[in-house]
């Protein structure tokens, strides 16, 4: 079994700065980029768990729910991931997605 505690880590820092983001923050882009790092997380755990079957798409539950949707999509793809190097690409898409967000 994988390690893949750098990535819940770097989903529960990512959360935590959503959740302490300002409102505005959020409107600016913060949440668009969350919600596009919960769908893209989400995507490739379904692609592992089911492949050839179409990935269902994250629905967009608001600026609000952004944090929660990263930490459920990035909790998921934890269960699934196969080896060091996949955790690894895993924690990158978080904290470039997190650099975007500008939390």
């Given amino acids: 079994m994988v ?3 750098p990535l819940t880590q770097a989903v529960d820092h ?8 300002p409102q505005s923050r959020l409107q600016r882009g913060a949440a ?34 952004a944090a929660d949707q990263v930490t459920v999509a990035g909790r998921d793809l934890a269960m699934v991931l196969r080896s060091a190097g996949e955790v690894e690409a895993a924690v990158g898409k978080v904290r470039e997605a997190q650099g975007r967000a500008g939390v």
């Fill in 32 to 65: 668009a980029e969350a919600l596009g790092l919960a769908r893209e997380l989400a995507r490739w755990a379904q692609s592992v768990e089911a492949p050839g079957v179409e990935p269902r798409v994250m629905p967009d539950a608001g600026m609000f729910a």
């Fill in 14 to 21: 990512f959360a935590d700065r959503l959740r302490a983001a």
């Fill in 3 to 5: 390690d893949t505690t």
